[in-house]
């Protein structure tokens, strides 16, 4: 498979400031990336993902950045309001899988405090 | 057709048992994924079907775990003798066949179904 590493584990910011979320990939061939958001006791949502032809991607005050030669991707919020509070992962295609299934990091509580 | 639909979202049930989910993907997605998700840890890859041909299994589908996807709609995912260690969240997720170079797979998730081995 893939392996992917995903921090910090928690992460707790005030209202308003900025939270970083990095994930680091084994794959060299891997080519896309994607970031979910997970709210207590619901399914895990896409919020914004990124191919490996381009190094950044906005969404709003959501935005992903791609290294590809460090095989490093991070998730940016700015402006954090209380109801990004929530569980955020990340992830890769796995090789095993001819890259069609996804496998995900272990997850980064995020708590914006008001 | 709102999503991914799951059947039961919980169960509860006595070690030894045999339980089966079941998941109803988007109706024009041909991919259907099942992972399964333990308190604080992110969504582990159990296996996926294209259609109805199941293509990947992982080394955590034990032979007590069986999938199937008869028609190539929707799937099943049976435990057999049940394990307090199999309690978790099994999530269904679904996409559409990869057509484009960069080979992107967006996965769209069930509620899925809490499962309790008592």
């Known amino acids: 498979g893939e392996n992917v590493e995903q921090h910090p584990s928690t992460l707790s910011v005030q209202e308003g400031d900025s939270a970083v979320i990095k994930c680091t990939y084994s794959?060299?061939?891997?080519?896309?990336f994607p970031w979910y958001k997970q709210e207590l006791g619901k399914r895990p949502q896409l919020i914004i993902d990124i191919r490996s032809n381009v190094g950044e991607k906005k969404d709003q005050r959501i935005a992903v950045t791609l290294n590809k030669t460090a095989k490093h991707f991070s998730l940016h919020i700015t402006e954090t309001q209380p109801e990004d509070s929530a569980v955020y992962f990340c992830a890769a295609p796995r090789v095993d899988t001819g890259r069609r299934a996804l496998t995900f990091g272990s997850g980064t509580r995020l708590q914006v405090q008001p | 057709d709102t999503g991914v639909s799951q059947d039961p979202r919980h169960k509860i049930t006595k070690r030894g048992q045999n339980v089966t989910f079941r998941c109803d993907p988007i109706?024009?997605?041909?991919?259907l994924y099942w992972y399964r998700q333990t308190l604080g840890q992110g969504p582990e890859f159990l296996t996926y079907f294209q259609n109805e041909a199941q293509l990947e299994k992982s080394r955590l589908l034990s032979d007590r775990f069986s999938a199937e996807r008869p028609k190539g709609s929707f799937s099943t995912l049976e435990i057999q003798r049940t394990e307090q260690g199999d309690s978790a969240m099994y999530l269904c997720a679904s996409s559409l066949k990869w057509d484009r170079p960069s080979g992107a797979n967006v996965l769209t998730f069930g509620a899925g179904s809490r499962l309790t081995v008592l």
């Open positions: 109706s024009e997605h041909n991919r």
């Open positions: 794959d060299s061939a891997s080519n896309y």
